[in-house]
């Protein structure tokens, strides 16, 4: 089963609105890394934070790590229709094996 | 030119087909993985080589083999297709620190048929 869940599934904002996805997983993790995936393509690596790590800031990207909760969220600020894309939270656990979640389907538009 | 290249990026190919996918990278990773998608799901992952002498099995393997024929290569083979295997396969390197990100090639459609 798949470690690392997102919710929502799918999210529809206007541009200039904040986007906010959210992922929860189940074991204890190295890292927990954020990916988008633009329509049928390769994933692109947007932020990593590391289990020690509280927030993380990327541009107008945000990301939390509660590991008591074992529960992390990505915020984009601002959004452009640029954002719109699929995103993905995986967890990395020894050996920098990646575990995916099923992702959430970011549209904004214009 | 990109980091991380597959060949082909589109394949059609018939049942009981043999057929191979093929990663090649120019990162000087150690690291290189291969996962499929299947529509409206994350990936999962197939098969994992830390080095040339190392392969290792990952969630969903049964039905695929994999060959690192070097450190920059990493084929991906599906002895004999079957439909369920119709997916988008991904082939992914990493660095050698266990906790870098991972860099993904473009992908390569599947359709099985």
């Known amino acids: 089963s798949q470690q690392g869940e997102e919710d929502p599934q799918a999210l529809s904002i206007q541009e200039g609105e904040n986007a906010t996805m959210n992922c929860s997983y189940k074991?204890?993790?190295?890292?927990l890394q954020w990916y988008r995936q633009n329509s049928g393509r390769g994933l692109v690596h947007l932020i990593l934070?590391?289990?020690?790590?509280r927030e993380k800031h990327s541009g107008r990207l945000r990301v939390t790590l509660d590991t008591s909760k074992k529960s992390s969220s990505l915020l984009i600020t601002a959004s452009r229709a640029a954002d719109t894309a699929s995103y993905f939270c995986?967890?990395?656990?020894?050996?920098?094996?990646?575990?995916f979640g099923g992702g959430t389907r970011v549209l904004v538009k214009p | 030119d990109a980091d991380v290249t597959q060949t082909p990026r589109n394949r059609i190919t018939k049942t009981g087909k043999r057929i191979m996918l093929e990663c090649s990278q120019t990162?000087?990773?150690?690291?290189m993985y291969w996962y499929r998608q299947d529509p409206g799901l994350g990936l999962r992952l197939i098969y994992y080589?830390?080095?040339?002498?190392?392969?290792n099995k990952g969630e969903i393997s049964d039905g695929y083999s994999v060959s690192r024929q070097a450190q920059a290569k990493f084929s991906l083979s599906l002895e004999s297709a079957i439909p369920n295997q119709t997916a988008l396969y991904f082939c992914?390197?990493?660095?050698?620190?266990?906790?870098?990100?991972?860099?993904f090639g473009p992908g390569t459609r599947l359709l099985v048929l």
């Open positions: 995986a967890v990395a656990a020894a050996g920098n094996k990646l575990t």
């Open positions: 074991t204890s993790i190295n890292n």
């Open positions: 934070i590391r289990s020690n790590e």
């Open positions: 990162k000087g990773h150690d690291r």
């Open positions: 080589s830390f080095d040339v002498k190392d392969i």
């Open positions: 992914a390197t990493a660095g050698t620190s266990g906790r870098e990100t991972q860099y």
